[in-house]
């Protein structure tokens, strides 16, 4: 039996990941921390886990989680995880990432983006970009993933078959995304009121956005060229879920049928990508409490326009189901195992 254990386990990302690995057959959830002064029961902190999962939350002590588990995930905040990591790789751990920390493989890029100077720069190259579609291969082989962003998750699916098969022009995609609240985490802010949020739509950070640079770096190594999107967020008054609106350029006129069939090829073998017909549009509640990303396709073959519609959970797919996703394909474990 797998022992794991969550670090950030009071969040809503470490939520999300007990509820999932509670019905892992293959998984025993061994230890929880949070940031607290003593422990204190999970089902205390949950209470719809309570007389369900009979563990204590405690504030992290590294021997203990070493003594304790196999592999961590760490649902932690950008710029804390890389405190941790290299405290668990020296005990011989294996590690998941859900924070931004191990993502860009530039220092600079990162430093430039979250505002702080990598601490852990000998350990970026290790980890694996975490999108199961891309690096499945690489990540059955790794001790470290690095887990991807909710909004590159979503954009990276939709976009790289078509500027991988040549037809999508790298220079000409816009990117215009919507989440739910739960996205932006725990933290209380005033703008995340529901007050503020109810009966409200905005955008924010457009063309400025910490997932601009993960989005061009996966979209630059798959294609091999430098690709440089255009990234607008907005914050819908929804508690989960991600919807995407992708134009992408066509280079010339392409066959609707051809843009869908590149795409059905791409994912015919994926577990957790489903492609919708030609102009069938996901929803959210399509995908919400699935790991599922659904992809939607129009081609306006006289405008040379792909518009892609790609929707996923953005705590499941955008976070902890895919982060289980590949702690599944590291450990050989069936790649829905408790996600589908
Ligand atoms: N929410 C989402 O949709 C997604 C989130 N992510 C990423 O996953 C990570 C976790 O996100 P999420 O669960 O939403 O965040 P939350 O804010 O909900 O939870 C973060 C947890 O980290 C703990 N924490 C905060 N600061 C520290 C610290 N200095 N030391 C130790 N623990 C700390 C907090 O513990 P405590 O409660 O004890 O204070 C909190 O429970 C983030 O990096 C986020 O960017 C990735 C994709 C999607
Ligand atoms: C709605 C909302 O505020 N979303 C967050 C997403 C942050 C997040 O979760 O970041 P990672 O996916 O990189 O871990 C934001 O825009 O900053």
Redesign the pocket.
Known sequence: MLRVGIV?A?????EELIKILMRHPGVRLTYLS???TKPEEIGEIFPALRDVVGLKCEP?NVDKAAEKCDLLFL????T?SMDYVPKLLKRGKKVVD???DYRLKNPAVYRQWYHKAHKDIKHLKAFVYGLPELYRERIKKTGCVA?P??YPTAAILGIVPALVAGFGDKDGVIIDAKSGV??????VSPEYLSVHVNENFRGYKFNMHQHSPEINQELSRATLARVDVVFCPHLLPVNRGILETIYIRLKKSVPAQQVEAVYKKFYKTEPFVRMRGLGVLPQLTDVTYTNFCDIGLVVDEKKKLLIVSSAID??LK??SGQAVQNMNIMYGFDERTALA
């Open positions: 950030g009071r969040g809503f990302t470490g949070a940031t607290l992290f649902a932690l905040p950008h804390v859900l924070s931004a887990n962003g909710c739960t996205g932006a985490g725990k933290k953005n705590l955008g976070a």
